[in-house]
């Protein structure tokens, strides 16, 4: 099964980072893959600042991926997030750049696609 490697980075102004769920989707030209919660166990994912990275495995080769989906649900209370941006390391080593640099309010579902 291929594995992905993602790498999302939280923006450093003050109250950047968020406690809310973060969910993301890979969107290639052979397939999607399921939506994926990016938690590491005992770890505070998305902090201010923070550069962190989350192992995906999806069931079959996606091709060539043409864009990312990212999801923030409310965990305890609404949570804003500033993300600067995502990369993704593909299975072959390719590394791709998927910019954002804006806040993520509510309850939402943003598409980034290769920059």
């Known amino acids: 099964m291929p594995s ?5 980075a939280t923006g450093t102004q003050w109250f950047a980072g968020t406690d809310d769920y973060v ?21 505070n994912d998305f902090e201010r600042g923070a550069v962190d990275s989350y ?12 864009l990312i989906k990212i999801e923030k649900r409310k965990y305890w209370y609404q949570d804003d997030w500033y993300l600067k ?18 806040w993520i309010t509510d309850e ?3 598409v980034l696609r290769d920059g």
């Open 4 to 8: 992905y490697t993602v790498t999302v």
């Open 23 to 43: 969910y993301l989707t890979l969107q290639g030209t052979s397939g999607c893959s399921e939506r994926h919660l990016l938690d590491k166990p005992f770890y």
């Open 55 to 66: 192992d995906v495995t999806v069931e079959e080769d996606l091709g060539e991926i043409q």
């Open 85 to 102: 941006y995502v990369t993704v390391k593909t299975p072959v080593g390719d590394y791709l750049e998927f910019p954002c640099y804006r």
């Open 108 to 110: 939402k579902e943003v």
